[in-house]
Structures are given as C-alpha cells and as structure tokens.
C-alpha cells in the first residue's frame, strides 16, 4: 500500500470544513451506494471463477433473545415471540380454520422484532452524515419522509460478490483479542498485510478482526473496544477497499480519538468516502484457517429507507495465484 494514494479514492466536496466533509458522488447526482458502484458483472465472475474447493466461511452471527445488541440509545433488542401455536390454534381459531383440521395439520409461525444495526449488519450511506447533509448531498429536508428515508436505504443495496480480504491485527500482534481501546493505525493495516501477504486492491471487502468475537455472546462484547482509528480508515479507503467491516459492535475504536465527537470515523467513511460499514462480523474461522483471501458473498435484505440491515455473509477461499 503506497503512501501516494491515487488520487481518484478521493471525492470532490459538497461541503467541507476543518474537521470534516459531504462527498459528491464521482458516479453521478443520483447515487446512493457510493463504492458499491466497482462491483460489475466481470469482477464478481473474476472472483467467482477462483474459488477453491474447500469450507464455507459463515461470518455472521446467531440472532437470538439476550443476545449482545446497541441498545445505549433506546434502540431495541432482538425479541422474537409465537404467533401461532399447534395447541394454540386448536383453541382459539385465530387461522379461520375448524379445530379439528388443526388437529391434523398442525402449525406454528412467529414475529420478531429488532433494530437495523443489530446482529451481522451493513451500515448504508444514510446512517451517518455530517452538518446534516450525507453521501452525495442527502438530507432529511429532501430526501426523508416521516417513517424513513425516501432514498439512500437497504432496498437499493445489491449482493455483494467480491473480493474479501482478512487483516488479521490480532494475530500481528500475536494476541488473542486486542486491548481494550485499541486504535489500530496504518502501521497495523500495512503490518498485517505484509505478514498475510496480501495486498489491497479496488473494490475489495477488506475485513479487520481484532478477537473481540471470542468474547461473544458475553455482555462484555460491548463497551469499550478495539476499533479502527480515522488514519487507519484513511488508508483502507485510499487503497480502493469497496466496503471495511470488523469483528466488533461499532467497527471504529471506542472511546473515540478525539473527544467531542460522534463516531467520527462512521462520518468519513459513509459521507466522505462513500464505503459501506459492516459490523459484527465472525471472523474467527478464517482466521483459525489462515484464510486471508476469499470470495466475499453477502446479500442485505431489502429494506426500504433502512439506515442498515441484517447480513448473512459468507466467505470461500479462493486459489492462490489465479488472478
């Protein structure tokens, strides 16, 4: 990774100041997914046409009730409860159905109820801004109605196949997990990835794992962790990587840097660099099998004027030296 960044990983302004800036899209006034726009019917062929045979990588994580989850702000856990119950619906008749039918066929069915940002999930360009403007000149006044964003949500998100990269820090460091607070710099970055031996390139899923998932489904999840410090973000974003997820509950280090700030490193990644964030991620199994470069494949689900979505990524080793 070059000091010398080309210059085309950096977005024009729309509104710019000391501590930050709103990017214009290089992809036209309309857009909404930023660097979602690399992925084309060639790449994913390309990254598809490699894959080894081998183990399935699932890198998400079970949604269950108790499960560690955001909810400093109010927002809510993951509940899920029966709608219908075998007996149930022999006694009440809430299916419309004799209960002697039940009796023969019987059936179950449930709700489930949770914030965007809980369990695996991708961030869009529309959950973190700066002076009230987005990624490409999005803002409430404009493009929010009184229940979601008219544009910029899940819904016009694509699947994701790509290439996906591991930058294992923790295993740089030769730690299990890495301290609590941890800022991981450009040195972290770039000594990873000269151990691993790999090397960033455009429209990579480049994936951070600090260890903090060999504490999950403990409380202690949460909290203060490990976390991409705003240098480190840089980097990643001026190498070409398409989107940059980690193991963690907020991906960037908390505490934050600076103080008097709000996830700073979400603002420049989502309304300055326009790269997607995801969250949550196990990483553990590539990491156990030195997986360091992989077929990413992932599918947000549709979820109109959503700030983020659940994820169901799955990562396949790919043949050495086939690019």
């Known amino acids: 990774m070059n000091a010398q960044m080309p210059a085309r990983y950096r977005f024009d302004p729309l509104y710019k100041d000391g501590s930050g800036q709103v990017s214009r899209s290089p992809w036209g006034e309309d857009d909404v997914i930023g660097r979602l726009n690399w992925m084309t019917a060639q790449r994913a062929h390309q990254t598809l046409s490699r894959v080894a045979a081998g183990p399935v990588y699932d890198l998400s994580v079970e949604y269950f009730i108790g499960m560690p989850a955001w909810s400093g702000s109010g927002d809510p856990k993951f509940e899920i409860w029966l709608t219908h119950t075998p007996q149930g619906n022999i006694r009440d008749g809430l299916t419309g159905v004799p209960p002697e039918v039940h009796e023969q066929y019987s059936m179950s069915a449930d709700s489930f109820l949770m914030n965007t940002h809980c369990g695996t999930h991708i961030d869009t360009l529309v959950h973190l801004g700066y002076r009230g403007r987005f990624w490409n000149g999005l803002n409430p006044e404009d493009d929010m109605g009184s229940r979601s964003w008219l544009r910029g949500g899940a819904a016009e998100y694509p699947p994701i196949i790509a ?20 800022v991981i710099t450009p040195d972290d970055i770039t000594g990873a990835a000269a151990r691993e031996q790999v090397e960033i390139e455009e429209g990579d899923v480049v994936v951070v794992r600090t260890g903090a998932m060999r504490k999950w489904p403990e409380t202690e999840y949460l909290g203060e962790t490990a976390g991409i410090g705003m240098d480190a973000a840089r980097l990643l974003c001026e190498s070409g990587a398409m989107c940059v997820g980690t193991d963690t509950v907020a991906f960037e280090v908390i505490p934050a840097e600076r103080t008097g700030t709000f996830l700073p490193v979400h603002s420049y990644m989502l ?14 199994g590539l990491s156990r099998d030195r997986v360091y470069e992989f077929a990413f494949i992932a599918a947000p689900i549709r979820l109109r004027g959503a700030t983020g979505s659940p994820l169901r990524p799955v990562g396949m080793p790919v043949l050495a030296g086939s690019r």
């Open 163 to 182: 290439r996906g990269v591991l930058l294992d820090v923790a295993a740089y460091h030769d730690v299990d997990i890495l301290p609590a607070s941890h």
């Open 271 to 284: 309304a300055e660099a326009g790269a997607q964030i995801i969250e949550i991620l196990n990483l553990e």
